[in-house]
């Protein structure tokens, strides 16, 4: 059975190499770690092809196309329900 009362110290990194040595060749180490880390995951991306790349681009503006119209036709409406109401 443990004690509840008794609690845990860390135990401290031991000096020298162990430790990663020199701060500025710990941050080269960190710095070169986190470029190699950035190339690596690019190398997994897949660029889209020509023809998907053109075929997501009609997408996209169809879909800003109807968008647009579908607020302006809203816009609309509603300046004409206001002229309405108020008598404008």
């Known amino acids: ?26 941050w080269f180490k960190a710095l070169t770690l986190f470029v190699s880390q950035i190339l690596d995951e690019l190398r997994k991306v897949v660029r889209p092809t020509r023809s998907e790349l053109w075929n997501y681009t009609l997408v996209v503006i169809v879909f ?15 300046s004409k329900l206001v002229g309405l109401v108020f008598g404008s």
């Open 64 to 78: 800003v196309t109807v968008m647009m119209a579908f607020v302006a036709g809203l816009d609309l409406g509603f």
């Open 1 to 26: 059975m443990t004690d509840v009362g008794q609690t845990r110290t860390p135990s401290k990194p031991a000096k020298g190499k162990e430790s990663g040595g020199n701060p500025i060749s710990r």
